[in-house]
């Protein structure tokens, strides 16, 4: 419908070698400390036994959902989407409550826990490198991949290219392509050849998760005025109904103790 | 039947008070560590753990045993039932001094504690945490004008303190509208993780459980500080209208387990109540104290006449629900840990909190308690003087 193209990463944990350089490079683009890294590179390990071995890992950083859930709990609004996909944080708006963190699904958002009210103390995540996808590059970690196990692409085409390639190597993929739909669909896809659990990532219905809290929320104004309402008229009742008893039996003492 | 009511000459000052202050001094020096180096170093939050003892404890059960105010509020002044109004004006006491603990704690919680006002100029109507911070700063005041007429009284004000009064049934209600809404959307505040936090716990309903069990929170509130006001400021004991509440707790209570057994038959979620390892474990400890042995207790007349066994049951009660509000803001979450490299999604993070965490919580609860102290003191806070009380013996 919009013309606008929607950014979108593919992973394909087959082709990824474990290298990291991902990470170094999304640090030096983004001029932040290692021990900082906005990316994770989470391994299962060695499986199998000795000739047969197998392992996988999976490169981690911002999912960028379509429709996310750190945006609908951040009660500042510092985080916004744009049309073409990233999810833009504005540490000028936060306030520091880490609502984002127990709200992301993928537990992508990160907090400055070493630093004090001076330096200030915010939460960092993959912008999915605005400053260069303005300028027709691709985001650093694809950029540098040496095994083009990270794409990037416009996300129509690449959930394309991934149902292709599943289709070309039955065998190699588990046929899934993760973020098409998982929680109402993401800007990150996966493909893998091992269960997507193994990989760490969670397992969610095609709902994003902030749904039912959203839903909720709906309910807030009308349910205030609701009850603000029912409250006003009860208490008006109960204080005719009880001045009505209070002239009725004036000559009585206690009206009070009686029950 | 022997009261506990033996009078002390004096309450004991300048122990209490010198403890009291000591605790504080030292939350004070934790809390400025923390602004000086941040969260970190004094605590054992993490990226997997951002939430922790401070949210549950200051937050959440902060938040609820504020309950109390709002809950006698209303059987005062919406339904009328003017024999309880003794226990109003110490019920919004607690509150709002309950309240102001939970803004300080999360003054020292918050990444930015100065942005605080951001909730009001930068607002996202999507976040239930921003619909907390709004009601609990508009509850806040709403209770400082429910209490003003005591400050006004105290202070030889009388037409002010009359003035008010005149006008308190819009604020009454609005009281009451706000901790309904805020109330209830603690619980809202973890629908947003239904990957997270156990089945046993989550459900869409959350807000109304929340609701329920902070009425029978209210009541158990108001029992237990009108008990211990009662023994440590030399007056008397409401036993009779006490009493009274505590025949509307197994009603609530009853209410409450429908609702929560209700929805996991609803939602098929029976079989997690033995499958689930510890977190059965915990769901039926926390069902246990908090409804079934309360709801039993305040069932049995003798046990609500005799006011050791009503303060015992309102401990019973407390514990319980607050063992509630723990398990669903942090026992019964698993959080994600991609950090340690560890696949696994919702591997096994540990968060154990740290002595200087849990001081900032207890200094913020000493000061509250001092608080109320110096306001019971020095205010016309309770009704009764000494002499007028006659312990009434059932009714």
């Not at chain 2, 105010?69 to 509150?95: C, N, R, S």
């Amino acid at each position: 419908m919009s013309e606008i193209k929607q950014h979108a990463f593919l992973f394909d944990a087959t082709r990824c070698i474990d290298c990291r350089a991902c990470m170094v490079a999304c640090s030096v683009e983004n001029n932040i400390p290692m021990d900082k890294t906005r990316i994770w590179v989470a391994g299962v390990g060695l499986k199998g036994i000795f000739p047969n071995l197998d392992s996988a890992s999976m490169v981690y950083h911002c999912m960028h959902c379509e429709d996310p859930d750190c945006l609908s709990a951040c009660p500042v609004g510092a985080y916004t989407k744009r049309p073409d996909g990233p999810i833009i944080y504005d540490p000028d708006k936060c306030i520091g409550c880490r609502y984002c963190m127990n709200a992301c699904p993928f537990g992508v958002p990160h907090f400055d826990y070493d630093k004090g009210l001076i330096e200030g103390a915010f939460i960092d995540k993959c912008t999915m490198c605005p400053q260069r996808i303005d300028v027709g590059l691709e985001p650093a970690c694809v950029a540098t991949c040496p095994t083009d196990a990270l794409e990037f692409g416009e996300r129509a085409d690449l959930i394309a290219r991934a149902h292709a390639r599943i289709q070309a190597h039955p065998e190699r993929y588990i046929d899934h392509v993760y973020g098409e739909t998982e929680n109402g669909g993401t800007s990150y896809l996966i493909l893998s050849h091992v269960p997507f659990t193994e990989l760490g990532l969670p397992e969610i219905g095609s709902l994003p998760v902030k749904e039912v809290s959203e839903t909720v929320m709906g309910y807030t104004i009308p349910f205030a005025l609701g009850w603000s309402a029912v409250l006003s008229v009860v208490a008006a009742g109960v204080h005719l109904y009880n001045q009505k008893n209070e002239k009725k039996s004036s000559t009585e003492v206690t009206p009070e103790e009686s029950k | 039947m022997k009261m506990s009511l033996t009078i002390q000459p004096r309450f004991r000052l300048p122990l209490i008070v010198w403890i009291l202050l000591g605790l504080m001094g030292f939350a004070f020096v934790v809390a400025m560590v923390r602004y000086a180096v941040g969260i970190g170093p004094i605590s054992d939050l993490s990226n997997s753990y951002p939430w922790g003892f401070w949210i549950s404890l200051d937050l959440f059960t902060g938040v609820a045993i504020g309950s109390g105010a709002f809950v006698i509020a209303a059987i005062v002044y919406i339904f009328e039932l003017k024999e309880f109004q003794p226990l109003a004006k110490p019920a919004v006491l607690t509150g709002f001094l309950g309240y102001i603990m939970v803004v300080v704690s999360l003054l020292v919680d918050l990444g930015h504690p100065e942005r605080i006002y951001y909730m009001l100029i930068h607002t996202n109507h999507t976040s239930v945490l921003l619909e907390i911070g709004i009601c609990v700063m508009s509850y806040l005041t709403v209770l400082a004008i429910e209490f003003s007429p005591v400050v006004f009284e105290g202070i030889k004000k009388e037409k002010w303190a009359h003035f008010i009064h005149k006008f308190i049934m819009p604020f009454v209600i609005l009281g009451v509208v706000l901790s309904t809404l805020h109330q209830s959307s603690l619980g809202s505040l973890l629908l947003i993780q239904p990957t997270k936090l156990h089945p046993l716990w989550w459900t869409p309903i959350l807000p109304i459980q929340f609701f329920v069990s902070a009425l029978a929170i209210g009541l158990g509130m108001v029992i237990l500080e009108s008990t211990l006001s009662s023994r440590y400021f030399k007056r008397g004991l409401e036993s009779h209208l006490l009493e009274k509440l505590g025949k509307a707790i197994p009603v609530i209570l009853a209410i409450y387990l429908v609702i929560k057994f209700g929805e996991l038959i609803w939602a098929s979620d029976l079989h997690y109540l033995f499958s689930s390892g510890w977190m059965s474990i915990l769901f039926w400890l926390e069902i246990l104290v908090s409804s079934v042995i309360p709801m039993i207790w305040f069932s049995i007349k003798r046990l609500r006449q005799n006011p050791n066994a009503l303060l015992t049951g309102a401990i019973i009660l407390l514990i319980g629900m607050i063992f509630n509000r723990f398990n669903v803001s942090w026992f019964a979450i698993q959080h994600p840990d991609p950090i340690t490299y560890i696949p696994t999604f919702m591997s096994n993070v540990k968060y154990i909190p740290t002595l200087p965490e849990m001081a900032v919580s207890i200094g913020i609860f000493s000061a509250g308690i001092l608080a109320f102290g110096l306001a019971a003191r020095y205010l016309p806070v309770f009704d009764n003087e000494p002499e007028q009380i006659q312990p009434s013996v059932g009714d």
